[in-house]
């Protein structure tokens, strides 16, 4: 799972200060939905020829951290700018189901408690070392270590057997992972207390699917791993390419890696940059970058531009509005729920809700290319998703309503809390492109009108990287926020808002909740029809309750050079959600 900008999309500006209502008779309210339904998932497949560089765009209004660590790293940012040399351990196919044709093949054996991993001969790391059983051992001791505070651990991961003793400190290693040939060997088997359904997928939730070079980082500290030059500088992979010279922050440029286990690239270079949101449609009019993603209110200005495949999917992935109502424990590493906390009313968080004009937003300034979601669970995830909730639809009558019952009275121009002391709201929100400011003041607007006197915490726009850091260190200046994920291929929520996620930075916690996670991925829940009945009653409890309320989703245009074939979107075409960089190229 990767953090997403909110805002990530740049377009026409109304001025920042005037609600949409004022700018609605000026805006081009047309709707292009049509148009990129039609758009293909990948480029037309043609005979490429050997040769070239691929300049490439990540569209990013702050530097990348450059941790190139898929346990360290929690950034979508980072994960583009690594994708020519990160691959994980399988492939799958257009369902994201688990295929033999990746690195590794792994069999579940239910009875047995057991999963067997068989890494294959010729994988091998960029400095030509193959890719051992103990590669595998050590990326599960980077997640589980204490010392490396890793975001991705979560208690899902402890069906391996002895990885809670491990990440509690009790034992030295985890005694579920044994390798039969050795460290050396290829091949591992994994002891479970049980085996769960998000085992059948690619990204599933409960097992860990990265490797890590033991041989080269093995004498980092855990504690230093996240900072180590070995990482954030010359990283290893073993994906088709490797990294030739890094910019920091700013540009990495990749150059086959020799070793590589499918055959050799057939491109010379790949430069990935960052260009900011708003250069982005003048960098596609001037095809400045091969590739590049679109920013969906910037459409209108490229759409006509020529030379270029436009190429589109709806991706799994959903913005959100979070409360803050606890902390993280570090010591017990779990989230605890304050039942005192100003946002710990249901009402309240319902009433935000309603009052946010979700729909009216997407349509002034994405014409309609990104679209509100109704529950937690993206769409694409089929019969998971209960296509019968309706989520939070703009209601101000509602909106008050619900105030004016749980008693939040006016007084003077805002409401007060039920026992009468004055509400302040402090929200959080990213700076970025053109968009955010009148989009933020909208939604401040919006809460206004019923009487929240909700402001903007630290009183701006918070730069990215400093936002998710306040976020995830519970800044007392935060009440709520709007943020995102990019999820993986299972659809398990367990890992953004169990009691044991760190990535569940709104904090709460509840009974039910960790009951109806634990059903989703029980023995039980191999019954397709009684996982489905478990999301379904999940999806609505979280919109009962809203602590977290789904938001919105974008289609994921990119412009490609006509000239380049092999770029695809399509998951039967792509290793650990990139494409596989070793079959793009030039056409002849």
């Not at 081009?28 to 293909?40: L, R």
């Not at 990348?64 to 929690?74: A, K, M, R, V």
């Not at 935000?352 to 669970?377: C, E, H, P, Q, W």
């Not at 989009?439 to 630290?458: D, F, M, P, R, S």
Request: aromatic share 10%; with cysteine.
């Amino acid at each position: 799972m990767k953090k997403r900008s909110k805002f990530a999309s740049a377009g026409i500006l109304c001025l920042a200060a005037l609600t949409l209502a004022a700018c609605a008779k000026n805006a081009n309210n047309s709707d292009d939905t049509k148009t990129v339904k039609k758009f293909t998932v990948e480029t037309p497949l043609k005979n490429v020829k050997n040769g070239g560089t691929v300049k490439v765009a990540v569209v990013a209004d702050t530097p990348f951290s450059g941790i190139f660590s898929q346990e360290l790293s929690s950034e979508d940012v980072d994960s583009m700018v690594a994708a020519p040399g990160q691959e994980t351990l399988f492939d799958s196919d257009d369902q994201y189901g688990v295929t033999d044709k990746g690195p590794a093949t792994r069999k579940l054996d239910p009875k047995k408690k057991t999963i067997t991993i068989n890494i294959k001969k010729g994988v091998k790391w960029s400095d030509g070392k193959q890719v051992v059983a103990k590669d595998f051992e050590y990326a599960y001791e980077i997640l589980a270590n204490k010392d490396t505070a890793c975001p991705r651990y979560s208690s899902q991961f402890e069906v391996l057997k002895g990885l809670k003793e491990y990440h509690e400190g009790k034992a030295k290693t985890i005694s579920g992972i044994e390798m039969p040939d050795g460290e050396n060997g290829r091949k591992i088997v994994l002891h479970c207390s049980a085996l769960n359904p998000s085992m059948s997928n690619a990204g599933s939730r409960s097992l860990w699917e990265a490797v890590e070079p033991y041989h080269y980082l093995k004498d980092i500290p855990f504690a230093k791993l996240k900072s180590s030059d070995k990482i954030r500088k010359n990283p290893l992979f073993f994906g088709p390419f490797k990294m030739e010279k890094l910019v920091r922050g700013q540009s990495v440029t990749w150059v086959p890696n020799k070793y590589y286990w499918r055959g050799k690239p057939k491109l010379d270079k790949v430069v990935i940059s960052v260009v900011s949101s708003n250069s982005a449609s003048q960098a596609i009019k001037t095809h400045k970058f091969d590739i590049i993603p679109v920013i969906n209110t910037q459409w209108p200005q490229i759409k006509t531009t020529k030379n270029v495949n436009f190429i589109a999917q709806i991706p799994i992935a959903y913005h959100y509005l979070g409360f803050k109502v606890g902390k993280w424990d570090a010591n017990k590493s779990k989230n605890v729920m304050n039942s005192n906390a100003k946002m710990n009313n249901k009402a309240l968080r319902q009433a935000i809700g309603y009052a946010m004009n979700v729909d009216a937003v997407n349509k002034r300034y994405s014409y309609g290319l990104t679209f509100r979601v109704k529950t937690l669970v993206p769409e694409k995830f089929g019969d998971y998703f209960d296509k019968t909730e309706k989520g939070y639809n703009y209601d101000l009558k509602k909106a008050n309503q619900i105030l004016d019952k749980a008693g939040y009275k006016k007084k003077g121009k805002w409401r007060v809390q039920p026992n009468g002391k004055p509400l302040v709201i402090r929200f959080a929100a990213m700076s970025g492109d053109t968009t955010q400011e009148p989009i933020v003041q909208n939604y401040l607007q919006q809460w206004h009108k019923v009487g929240l006197n909700v402001q903007l915490a630290t009183g701006r726009l918070i730069e990215h990287n400093s936002f998710y850091d306040k976020l995830q260190h519970d800044n007392k200046d935060i009440d709520m926020y709007l943020a995102g994920w990019s999820t993986p291929t299972e659809p398990s929520p367990h890992p953004y808002y169990s009691e044991s996620a760190p990535f569940n930075m709104t904090r709460f916690v509840t009974a039910k909740n960790n009951k109806l996670l634990d059903e989703i991925n029980s023995q039980k829940a191999f019954n397709h029809d009684y996982r489905v009945k478990k999301f379904h009653e999940w999806q609505r409890y979280m919109n009962e309750e809203a602590y977290i309320i789904p938001v919105d989703n974008s289609y994921q245009i990119f412009a490609v050079n006509d000239k380049i074939s092999g770029y695809s979107l399509k998951p039967s075409k792509q290793n650990n959600s990139h494409p596989l960089w070793n079959e793009v190229g030039f056409i002849k």
